[in-house]
């Protein structure tokens, strides 16, 4: 912008001077005054262009909200009308004063003088052309009857008195006839042409020519009639140049009129010619002042923006914004200023920083500590509103923070029925005025023993808090029974198996000692008597087997087994039951495990299917389809596990007994010892693995077994 007003501004000055030179010069006017206005025009016009996309740009960021567009266009409008007002008022002044200076040029007098002139000049040669006139006829009068070589004399005897510079007399066809002259005349007269004789032959005839050597010369003609019998007609020509001095200044006096007259004639084009001109000048000069607003606008917003852009990114966070101070006034010390702030406002942010990354590091690991726990911990405000829970809580319970939101711990069970037991045990442990307390609670529908601890937190100075803090103690509790039933029935196996034998011995030694002392039905009696005892004792000692499966401890016999193919192994026992069998896996299922112990698994689960399809006749489900006893067995792959499903179309698990369904001695078989499924979930856990229990929706039962695969 700076360099384009330098050079639009020589230019301008350049171009307005010559323009003004031509302006004041005839021949230059003439000759370069069109060419120096038009490349005036197009510098004008550049002008326009540069200062219309000046101020559409201004516009445009007006519009958009720049910071400074505003006050930028307020300076340009202020410095605008500063020089719009003077300009137009000399403009005003100059064209007013131009008009009155160019209408005194033009005074009535002056073309009057020279009009009087004019006729003067003409009034002195009209009274010689009469005069010659006169002198025409007088000759005319006296040569009328005059032929042959008298009219040759008399002709020459009247030139020498009446002084003319040449006599002619010609025929009607224009022939000379008689030619006499002075020493300034020619050898030939000047033969008139046929327009000019015809116009004798009516009547005198005047006329002023201009004579190439001899200036202005005068020629009269007139007709001269015989008085014969002839009748024929001669044409009298006289001819007499102007006195030289007359005909010069009668030829400037109409010069000088004719040039007024011209100049008189072109004053609207002068006026116009020097409006022009100054118009263009008006023009420029304002356009180059507007220009000129423009930049120097743009100079003095400049700082202000910068500071703008400065103040915005602080408001975005970056500090490090530091501004060049390029003058020494107020601008120059507000930005100083801003610079200092800057500055200061990093070094708290540092600081800050510093003081939040210890504050988070103190969290993460509080967290992490938190996380890494077993146990759920919960913290509530003094509204029962959820404040924190970690991982453990959450899974424990299985809530989800961003449901419960604000609610209140009295409103869970709206959410969550099972945890009504939960809630009601924390709101009356918190009821009393301990501050420490201890409670076990049952989770509904997850069957799951929880063991709570509540504290009261202190918040602040007017507002308290209380801590939770949970266990799941279920498992605990179910291996505490599970090492309690292993010890009743290592006790029952070791007391019961000792004497069974021996009984087993005596019943059968009394059979054979006394069956042949008694009569037949005595014998009858005695025999049926030790069947009894003999089957009792072999009873007897399954179920000590049973105790003794139970209560063995885990060997560690483990190796890479496919599940597929022993499941294939034990299922050729069962090929004369209605067993399903489909496998979703085309790959192996290796998994590390006892093939004993899970070839005990196998066959258990499906014993225990088949016991439950033959206790249940076929018949028709509630839809009215015919249900056939069947059993199903599926294997899969999921994610890291190998899955094992064995499904039946039994009468299922009664709902009261399902959540304690591997629990020893829990059993729907009227003969049943109820150490199966215990056994199952016993050798499934020996191989960390996980066993689920439930019932089909179309009727039957289902158990599922995870075992992980093994680490190629």
Not at 21 to 48: D, P, W
Not at 135 to 163: C, F, M, P, Y
Not at 211 to 220: F, I, P, S
Not at 249 to 276: F, M, N, P, T
Request: proline share 3%; with cysteine; hydrophobic share 45%.
């Amino acid at each position: 912008m700076r360099r384009a007003l330098v050079i639009l501004a020589s230019l301008g000055t350049i171009l307005l001077f010559l323009l003004a030179t031509a302006s004041g010069n005839t021949s230059a006017f003439a000759k370069y005054y069109t060419i120096l206005l038009s490349i005036n025009g197009l510098m004008l016009l550049a002008m326009i262009v540069l200062v219309g996309v000046r101020m559409m740009q201004l516009v445009q960021k007006v519009k958009h909200k720049v910071f400074g567009s505003r006050l930028t266009l307020r300076m340009v409008l202020m410095f605008s009308l500063v020089a719009v007002l003077p300009g137009a008022l000399v403009y005003t002044l100059s064209v007013q004063f131009l008009n009155r200076s160019i209408e005194t040029w033009f005074d009535v007098r002056v073309e009057g003088a020279l009009d009087r002139g004019l006729n003067l000049g003409h009034n002195a040669i009209d009274f010689q052309q009469n005069d010659l006139l006169r002198k025409a006829r007088v000759i005319a009068l006296e040569i009328h009857d005059e032929n042959g070589t008298a009219l040759l004399s008399r002709l020459t005897r009247l030139r020498d008195q009446i002084g003319v510079q040449e006599i002619s007399l010609f025929d009607e066809t224009g022939q000379t006839i008689a030619h006499i002259g002075n020493e300034n005349a020619g050898l030939f007269p000047s033969i008139p042409d046929r327009n000019q004789l015809r116009q004798a032959q009516q009547g005198p005839l005047k006329q002023l020519e201009a004579d190439t050597g001899q200036g202005l010369t005068m020629r009269v003609m007139m007709p001269v009639h015989d008085t014969g019998l002839s009748e024929r007609t001669r044409i009298l020509q006289l001819r007499q140049p102007v006195d030289h001095t007359l005909a010069a200044d009668a030829e400037l006096v109409e010069q000088v009129r004719a040039d007024y007259k011209q100049l008189s004639q072109s004053r609207q084009g002068l006026k116009l010619i020097y409006s022009l001109t100054l118009t263009l000048a008006l023009l420029m000069a304002l356009l180059g002042a507007v220009a000129l607003a423009i930049y120097l606008s743009d100079k003095l917003a400049a700082p202000l923006s910068v500071l703008a852009e400065g103040t915005r990114a602080v408001a975005s966070g970056d500090y490090s914004q530091r501004q060049p101070v390029i003058s020494r006034d107020e601008l120059g010390i507000l930005t100083h200023s801003f610079n200092r702030m800057t500055r200061q406002l990093a070094d708290a942010r540092s600081a800050l920083e510093q003081h939040q990354a210890e504050q988070e590091a103190a969290n993460a690991y509080l967290e992490a500590m938190l996380g890494s726990l077993t146990a759920g911990v919960m913290s509530f405000d003094d509204s029962w509103s959820l404040a924190s829970a970690n991982q453990s809580a959450l899974r424990i319970l299985a809530i989800e923070p961003l449901q419960l939101g604000s609610l209140p711990l009295q409103r869970w069970p709206e959410l969550y029925p099972a945890l009504m037991a939960l809630c009601d045990e924390v709101m009356l442990g918190f009821a009393g005025r301990e501050e420490h307390w201890q409670k076990s609670v049952e989770v509904a529908d997850q069957k799951r023993i929880l063991q709570i601890r509540g504290t009261r937190l202190a918040v602040g100075e007017s507002r308290t808090g209380y801590l939770v803090v949970f266990d799941d103690i279920t498992d605990l509790i179910s291996a505490q029974r599970d090492a309690a039933w292993g010890e009743v029935a290592r006790r029952l196996a070791h007391e019961i198996k000792n004497p069974l034998t021996p009984i087993q011995l005596a019943a059968e030694r009394m059979e054979l000692k006394l069956a042949d002392k008694l009569d037949q039905p005595g014998k009858d009696l005695l025999s049926r008597n030790a069947q009894t005892i003999v089957k009792q004792v072999a009873a007897l000692k399954q179920m000590v087997d049973a105790f003794r499966d139970y209560a063995r401890k885990p060997t560690g016999k483990k190796k890479a087994l496919d599940l597929r193919q022993l499941l294939s192994e034990v299922l050729v026992l069962y090929e004369a039951a209605s067993v399903k069998y489909e496998d979703t896996t085309d790959s192996p299922l290796i998994v590390d495990g006892d093939a004993t112990h899970l070839r005990q698994v196998i066959h258990n689960l499906l014993q225990n299917a088949q016991d439950a399809i033959h206790s249940q006749e076929s018949g028709q489900t509630a839809e009215g389809a015919v249900r056939t006893p069947q059993i199903c067995v599926r294997t899969e792959k999921t994610d890291k596990f190998a899955r094992l499903v064995v499904e039946d179309s039994g009468n299922g698990f009664q709902p009261d007994i399902l959540p304690r369904v591997f629990e020893p001695y829990i059993t729907t078989k009227q003969k049943g010892t109820g150490l199966g499924l215990a056994i199952v979930k016993k050798i499934i856990d020996e191989h960390h693995g996980r066993i689920q229990a439930g019932n089909r929706e179309t009727g039957g039962a289902w158990v599922r077994i995870d075992l992980p695969l093994a680490e190629e």
